[in-house]
Structures are given as C-alpha cells and as structure tokens.
C-alpha cells in the first residue's frame, strides 16, 4: 500500500457533536474531500470516515500523542471485511 495524505481542512460542532472536513488520498495525486465523524468519547479522539474510491474503504484513526493518527483501512463486501490494512500517519512540520 502507497503513502497517504491526509489534511483536516475544518473542524465544527453542532449540538455536542464533532464533525470536520478534510482530504484524503495517495500522496502525491489528487487528494478528495471526505466527511469526518469525530469521537471524542473517550481518552483519546477517533476519527472515521469513507474514501470516495470505488468500491470505497472506512478509515477509522486515533489520536495518539498529538502527532499521530493510528487506526485502519479496510474495505468491505457486503457484512464481510475484504480486506483491511493497519495505517500510521504523522503530522508533517
């Protein structure tokens, strides 16, 4: 699997719940917009969204440190997981 790009563009709430936009993608190509469901439940934040690949994948990602963004990206069929890749990113300077 490639690098990947991945850039929180804005970040809001509305009635308790976070949400933000962003954009995602294989570094170095176009990157899309995606939605963002932000969890901020527990002791560190989690993001979710769902690429606009085709057939399209969830990345799921937690907040460790203040720098990294570990978690999942995985792509379904139907009630069953296709295929599913552990994903680290690190925030760029």
């Known amino acids: ?4 790009t991945f850039m929180i563009t804005a970040i809001s709430q509305k009635d308790g719940q976070w949400t933000a936009d962003g954009l995602y993608g294989i570094t170095g190509q176009r990157l899309l917009t995606v939605q963002i469901e932000v969890d901020v439940s527990r002791e ?4 979710r ?14 907040l460790l440190g203040g720098r990294n ?6 792509r379904h069929a139907g ?7 552990s994903i ?3 925030k760029a300077e």
């Not at 963004?69 to 995985?74: I, S």
């Open 1 to 4: 699997m490639g690098d990947r």
């Open 44 to 47: 560190w934040p989690s993001l």
């Open 49 to 62: 969204f769902t690429t606009a690949a085709q057939p399209p994948s969830i990345v799921r990602l937690n």
């Open 69 to 74: 963004l570990v978690g999942t990206l995985a």
């Open 79 to 85: 009630a069953f997981t296709q295929w599913q890749y």
């Open 88 to 90: 680290r990113l690190e």
